[in-house]
């Protein structure tokens, strides 16, 4: 957002945003990191559930709109190996047209829910039926990209580089550093990484929180981590890709069976995330090396850098959501993909 506002590639300016979206007029300004941090409680047990009852292997990350479009048109035949967890912004959506109406008193039908997501195939993701808690309501009513955003706070005559820093709403507004690494490719996997580690051990946390091999800008990566359950090591074996080019490959090789995967991250977009196509233009290698370090720093500066010890996540299933894969989480919180005919 910075970037598209004057600012270096790589600026923080999660603060400044907060700040411009209250003066544009929203209501309450909430954090998708909080949902991611909702994301991987769900697909992290999901996961587990899966390697522990026999489910679909390797288990496939879901929340990259621009992939599930391309795996529900091109292999429709591998959609079981998908998560059925919604994205960050699924789930938040979810949150904002349930929970946070009946705790708060509104009327569902007073709450418009708007994303500001880096991406454009996010605003059809909004609009798939399965994103609907309450039949006939959208669960997100809008989605603008980060370069919309920016138009707005333009066209507002606010004066974003001198804004001060504020901070989200609560309690929507939490996150952790896993949250954070959702933009980068490998992020997902290693935010996952930190909470079933420590969840298949004893609650005891992954060497290091960081899990290198995850890391950096290859199409493809391959990797393996050994996790000791119950006085054994298991070792869990995985592979990241973005672009769709990339997550072909690995599709071609879970068709022909020679995939012996556990867990797979796939990106639609060069990079992940910071390089989504909502994101400013142009964009190149240098900037997304910006950008990406910028995310690495906001997770090294959490003082919290686990989902599954983010205080208001906790809260939110021991008061109102019961646990991962519960009833009512498998309700709000999850959803179903189906092929789709037409090409492109």
């Not at 007029?25 to 909702?38: E, H, I, P, R």
């Not at 021991?318 to 959803?335: D, I, M, Q, V």
Request: glycine residues 10%.
């Amino acid at each position: 957002l910075g970037e598209a506002l004057g600012l270096p590639a790589g600026e923080i300016v999660t603060g400044k945003m907060v700040a411009a979206l209250r003066r544009l007029g929203f209501d309450k300004v909430f954090d998708t990191d909080f949902s991611a941090d909702l994301t991987i409680m769900e697909e992290g047990h999901e996961f587990l559930d899966r390697v522990v009852n026999g489910g679909v292997l390797p288990m496939i990350t879901s929340c990259s709109p621009g992939w599930i479009n391309f795996i529900e048109i091109k292999y429709p035949d591998l959609l079981p190996h998908l998560s059925t967890a919604k994205s960050p912004q699924g789930m938040f959506g979810a949150l904002a047209k349930t929970y946070w109406p009946e705790t708060q008193g509104i009327p569902v039908e007073d709450i418009y829910s708007v994303s500001i997501m880096p991406c454009t195939a996010k605003k059809a993701e909004c609009v798939r039926p399965q994103l609907q808690s309450n039949p006939g309501i959208p669960d997100v009513d809008t989605v603008l990209t980060t370069r919309e955003l920016a138009r707005m706070i333009k066209n507002a005559g606010i004066d974003f580089k001198n804004l001060p820093e504020e901070d989200y709403d609560s309690p929507l507004g939490s996150s952790t550093g896993a949250a954070v690494i959702f933009g980068v490719t490998g992020g997902v996997m290693e935010a996952a990484l930190r909470t079933v580690y420590a969840v298949l051990n004893e609650g005891k946390d992954i060497p290091g929180i960081i899990f290198q091999p995850v890391r950096g800008m290859e199409g493809i990566k391959e990797a393996s981590v050994d996790v000791p359950v119950g006085g054994q090591t298991v070792t869990v074996k995985l592979a990241v890709a973005h672009t769709l080019k990339n997550a072909k490959i690995l599709m071609d090789k879970i068709r022909a069976g020679e995939a012996d995967y556990h867990f797979i991250e796939v990106m639609a977009c060069p990079g992940g995330c910071i390089g989504g196509g909502g994101q400013p233009q142009p964009v190149n290698a240098e900037i997304r090396a910006a950008r990406t370090a910028a995310v690495y720093r906001e997770d090294e500066c959490k003082t919290l850098r686990q989902s599954h010890k983010n205080p208001d996540i906790v809260a939110l299933y021991e008061k109102w959501l019961g646990k991962p894969l519960g009833e009512k989480s498998h309700h709000l919180l999850h959803t179903h993909y189906s092929a789709q005919p037409r090409e492109i």
